[in-house]
């Protein structure tokens, strides 16, 4: 019965309901997850401990890591857009350090000036590198910091700019956390005549681990989310099984947007590796993002 009200308080922390919202920043990649398994739970990860892909959400996540990490990730999203990303976290006695490397891409785009073949073609290209810190404040509490530097180009013109993270994660007890942060605190450069707005963004989420039964785990998650100068709220939930400590089954929910709410996907988890697939489809005439990663835990 414990565990139950644990389960549902978790999910009642992001029930709501909410209306679309006014974007007025740029730079969306900086709002998705770069992880399939992240991306498979509703991109509710603001309070997920020991996964690398809770990073860029949350840089104190990393410090409840206990063995260095690499990810490896790659996504398909809608008009080919595809996003790459490289992460690393490296535990250590007093302060664990974290890594991340992301590029998205839209490749090909055709240049008219009047009807008939393309003249030519060009790129459009954004992508991040940053360094982050985490460290114990008690025995409960963990803080982190990320600095980041940002770059975008569109055809000859680009820009480049910089980021904070900064986040707060408190562990109740062994299966029940809390997580905040705040993220993508930056400036953007002039892209030819004017500077994209960096979506900086406000994140509070709660997760909880337990056991349906000896060979299943369920991990329960919910976060809200606040772009600042975006209208509208979101709220984002996702819960992940897993048998044996081998077979993950993953779903998730988010609120606020107009061309996608729910999520999926499945892990399979081998000694120090873990694979991860999330398919997240689109409404309208979008089509659905396809997410893959690669996790070593060593």
Known sequence: MKNSIKILFTLSVCSSFLFSQNIQTG??????????????????????????????????????????????????????????????????EDVTIGFSALTTSVNGIEVRLQPGEAEKTFDAKNGLIGIGAAMDISENISIGVTGKLLYEKIFVDEAGGYAFDGGVLYQVDDNLYFGFSATNIGHMGVLRSESSVVPATLRVGTSYNTFLSPEIGLLTAGDVVKTIDDDGLHIQIGAEAIYNSL????????????????????????????????????????TPNHLFSLSFYL
Not at 253 to 277: A, M, W
């Open 27 to 92: 730079l969306a990649f900086l709002k998705l997850g770069t992880s399939a398994r992240s991306s498979g739970m509703g991109e509710a990860f603001t309070a997920i401990p020991n996964d690398h892909s809770a990073f860029t959400v949350n840089p104190s996540t990393i410090r409840s890591s206990d063995r260095s990490q690499l990810t490896l990730s790659h996504r398909n999203g809608f008009a080919e857009t595809t996003t790459e990303y490289l992460g690393a976290t490296i535990p250590g």
């Open 247 to 286: 077979f993950a089954l993953r779903a998730g929910y988010q609120t606020g947007y107009e061309t996608k709410s729910f999520s999926g996907g499945i892990g399979v988890l081998y000694n120090i590796i873990r694979f991860d697939y999330a398919f997240v489809p689109n409404n309208g005439a979008f």
